[in-house]
């Protein structure tokens, strides 16, 4: 079963060798649609960077065979290496994150897919994004038009770069 972002608020993160509470998990990925990494945005600790894979257990949490000391701060992280990158942050939670750099914020704010955007004459609005069950790839932008009609769009029919260009 997929994983979707709206699923990714408020988690418990398995490492391999302790447990993370979360408050969001983003993933960031690239123009092919694969997982650079997860954004885990922690309880009560500046947010980290994780690689894939992430997956959900059989008790419903999240998981992943990292170890805690793979995750790396997100400071550590070169503000030109989310040029390339996409997610997906209905709240907007960048914004006013604590513990992340000016400079920072505005590295992520422009890889935010949670803007509108046109698809064959029609006004779409992101509703979600499903990721494959081992975390690794974006499976499809979930879309609803101005009558509520969910579109799934894939890879075959969307360039990231072209449907969301930076500005």
Same mark, same amino acid.
């Not at 398995?14 to 990494?37: C, H, M, Q």
């Not at 999240?62 to 000391?69: D, E, F, G, I, V």
């Not at 550590?76 to 997906?88: C, I, N, Q, R, V």
């Given at each position: 079963?997929?994983?979707?972002?709206?699923?990714?608020?408020?988690?418990?993160?398995?490492?391999?060798?302790?447990?993370?509470?979360?408050?969001?998990?983003?993933?960031?990925?690239?123009?092919?649609?694969?997982?650079?990494?997860?954004?885990?945005?922690?309880?009560? @600790?500046?947010?980290?960077?994780?690689?894939?894979? %992430?997956?959900? +257990?059989?008790?419903?949490? *999240? $998981?992943?065979? #990292? &170890?805690?000391?793979?995750?790396?701060?997100?400071?550590?992280?070169?503000?030109?290496?989310?040029?390339?990158?996409?997610?997906?942050?209905?709240?907007?939670?960048?914004?006013?994150?604590?513990?992340?750099?000016?400079?920072?914020?505005?590295?992520?704010?422009?890889?935010?897919?949670?803007?509108?955007?046109?698809?064959?004459? @029609?006004?779409?609005?992101?509703?979600?994004?499903? %990721?494959?069950? +081992?975390?690794?790839?974006? *499976? $499809?932008?979930? #879309? &609803?038009?101005?009558?509520?009609?969910?579109?799934?769009?894939?890879?075959?029919?969307?360039?990231?770069?072209?449907?969301?260009?930076?500005?």
């Amino acid at each position: 079963m997929a994983l979707t972002q709206r699923n990714l608020v408020n988690r418990r993160l398995r490492l391999a060798d302790g447990e993370i509470v979360t408050k969001y998990v983003f993933p960031f990925w690239n123009l092919e649609w694969k997982v650079a990494f997860h954004l885990v945005d922690r309880l009560g @600790r500046e947010p980290a960077i994780l690689h894939p894979p %992430i997956h959900e +257990d059989r008790e419903r949490h *999240l $998981a992943s065979p #990292a &170890k805690m000391s793979d995750l790396r701060g997100l400071e550590s992280m070169d503000p030109a290496g989310f040029k390339e990158l996409y997610h997906y942050d209905p709240w907007w939670v960048f914004r006013g994150i604590a513990g992340v750099s000016d400079e920072l914020k505005r590295a992520i704010s422009p890889t935010n897919i949670s803007k509108p955007f046109h698809h064959d004459r @029609r006004h779409w609005k992101v509703h979600d994004v499903e %990721i494959a069950p +081992d975390g690794g790839t974006v *499976l $499809a932008i979930v #879309a &609803k038009d101005d009558a509520f009609r969910r579109r799934d769009f894939t890879a075959a029919d969307l360039d990231l770069g072209s449907t969301w260009p930076r500005k």
